[in-house]
């Protein structure tokens, strides 16, 4: 079982920056594959960003690309999520999820895909 945690959260303004970290309990996340996923008011929980287990591999919906990176910190069990010009439509509960897969494999985009899930952090962005 691997427990998460997500944080980072704040209310911001329109163009400013946030670091979300999602903290996994156990070192075996270093084989995980880690995805972030949000979700607004009224919607559906959408893909965000992923890396995978050797984090060689990341993947971003189109709609953050080239404002928002995903990395990871090993020795930390730490997934951070850097958002950078961030837009009102950026308001959501982001969370972070884990599967564990083989050192190679591509992370997925889909919910289901995952099999661990943190409890969120609320991103609000607002003038």
């Known amino acids: 079982q691997v427990q998460l945690v997500e944080s980072g959260g704040r209310l911001v303004q329109p163009g400013d920056s946030l670091r979300l970290s999602c903290v996994a309990s156990?070192?075996?996340?270093?084989?995980?594959?880690v995805g972030w996923f949000r979700q607004g008011p009224g919607q559906d929980r959408e893909f965000v960003a992923a890396?995978?287990?050797?984090?060689?591999?990341?993947l971003y919906t189109d709609s953050v690309k080239g404002r928002f990176t995903i990395s990871r910190d090993y020795d930390k069990n730490t997934v951070y999520l850097q958002m950078n010009g961030l837009k009102p439509e950026d308001t959501a509960v982001y969370y972070c999820?884990?599967?564990?897969?083989?050192?190679?494999?591509?992370?997925?985009?889909?919910?289901?895909?995952?099999?661990?899930w943190g409890q969120g952090t609320q991103v609000t962005v607002s003038s």
């Open positions: 999820a884990t599967r564990r897969t083989i050192l190679t494999m591509s992370p997925g985009v889909q919910p289901d895909w995952y099999h661990y």
């Open positions: 890396i995978s287990r050797n984090g060689k591999e990341s």
């Open positions: 156990r070192r075996a996340v270093s084989e995980h594959a």
